[in-house]
């Protein structure tokens, strides 16, 4: 079994800045794509951003240029930097992750608030 744990959320003003953390541990074989979505209440779940294990990355429209996801291979982790936060990032954070075990399953961890006041 694999588990992902995710870090680092809070409160913080609009403008301001948190960083995001999610370590995975468990019966890990090989983690090929681990991601950040979130959920804003009466909204439908959205990838934030992800990263492959070669270092590819992908983001949403909304978040380029304020955010930027990182990972860790040695330390099974991966990271989002939140800067120039706004209200309308203000969600329920998940971190996700596509994991060998050996065959590829795909796990979540169980969520990190994140509130931006204005």
């Known amino acids: 079994q694999v588990q992902l744990v995710e870090s680092g959320g809070g409160l913080v003003q609009a403008g301001g800045s948190l960083r995001l953390s999610c370590a995975a541990s468990?019966?890990?074989?090989?983690?090929?794509?681990m991601a950040w979505y979130r959920q804003a209440p009466a909204k439908q779940r959205e990838l934030v951003a992800s990263?492959?294990?070669?270092?590819?990355?992908n983001y949403a429209e909304s978040v380029k240029g304020r955010f930027t996801i990182s990972s860790d291979s040695a330390k099974n982790t991966v990271y989002l930097q939140m800067n120039n936060l706004n209200p309308e990032d203000t969600a329920v954070y998940y971190c996700?992750?596509?994991?060998?075990?050996?065959?590829?399953?795909?796990?979540w961890g169980q969520g990190t608030q994140v509130t931006v006041s204005s």
């Open positions: 996700n992750g596509l994991v060998q075990v050996p065959a590829v399953k795909e796990f």
């Open positions: 468990g019966s890990i074989f090989r983690i090929t794509v």
């Open positions: 990263i492959t294990s070669g270092g590819s990355t």
